[in-house]
């Protein structure tokens, strides 16, 4: 399936990530929201009480939909730029309370 965004600059610097275990070229200093989002990657985790799919809503840092783990790390993906080596996890399922 084709990704529902599209990469506005798809000639700039990329440089190299790993999410979930698969290397991935992406605009070097690009929000990492946007980049995942034009990448295809999408729900990028569950809810863990329902295991819902959540992603990007608000892209500002409200909404908390975009978590990550960066290294060990929960983070919001739309607060972050794109920087070599980032080692990022979805995110799957629920946990038990």
Known sequence: ??????????????????????????????????????????????TPVSGAPRGPFCMMGACF????EIEGTTRQACLMEVTAGLDITLPKGRRDA
């Open 65 to 68: 939909d975009c978590l990550v």
């Open 1 to 46: 399936m084709k990704p529902a965004f599209r990469d506005l600059a798809p000639d700039g610097p990329r440089v190299i990530l790993r999410i979930d275990g698969h290397d991935m070229a992406m605009r070097d200093g690009a929000n990492l929201a946007a980049e995942m989002l034009a990448a295809g990657i999408m729900p990028f985790r569950q």
